[in-house]
């Protein structure tokens, strides 16, 4: 069965919103766990306000590890307005989304990212389909913007890894307890 791996920046105050507002310094242990997050993942769901974002952004990109990685990637899109895909390998989640992912977790395949996309990874966690949370966690407090972990049922976590960079952001590996995962 594959695996659902949320991945998200926040500040030390949990907002996930705008990352370039809290995250000011990217360091070598940042990259090198953000490649070793993706490194199994073969597909990402995302919502469509990141999609639109992202498209904008990285198809433009070269010589970069993520770039390498996102635009070849399937994406899935959680939005419920037309797509104009022009971004490789985009399609539209053309029903429901809880039961589109617990499907898709039942295919052969690599990790299934979820990335940047609150609303989705938020709705993930609720439904208890999320298996791996890795967060990277700013030494910033923002003090406004919408926090990833809002409004969520109680979800017990296992701490796999833990890391501290040396611009000092918090590398966080959680594990979502096995009891809660479908």
């Known amino acids: 069965m594959r695996r659902v791996v949320v991945y998200e920046l926040l500040s030390l105050d949990g907002v996930a919103e705008d990352p370039d507002e809290f995250l000011t310094n990217w360091d070598e242990v940042m990259e090198a766990n953000l490649t070793d997050v993706i490194k199994n993942q073969d597909a990402v769901i995302l919502g469509r306000r ?10 433009g990109i070269e010589n970069h590890p993520f770039a390498s990685f996102i635009n070849p990637v399937t994406k899935f899109i959680a939005t419920s307005t037309p797509l104009d895909p022009d971004w490789a390998n985009a399609t539209v989640i053309d029903r ?10 039942n295919e052969p ?5 979820v990335h940047a996309s609150i609303s989705v990874a938020q709705t993930l966690l609720a439904a208890g389909v999320v298996d791996d949370l890795r967060l990277l966690v700013a030494p910033h407090i923002t003090g406004h913007g919408r926090r990833l972990l809002d409004s969520l049922p109680t979800i017990e976590l296992e701490l796999v890894a833990g890391t501290l960079s040396p611009t000092g952001s918090l590398l966080l590996n959680y594990r979502i307890g096995s009891d809660q995962t479908r």
């Open 50 to 59: 990141s999609f639109d974002e992202w498209a904008r952004f990285w198809p």
């Open 96 to 105: 429901d989304l809880i039961g589109f992912v617990q499907d898709l977790k």
């Open 109 to 113: 395949g690599g990790d299934i990212g």
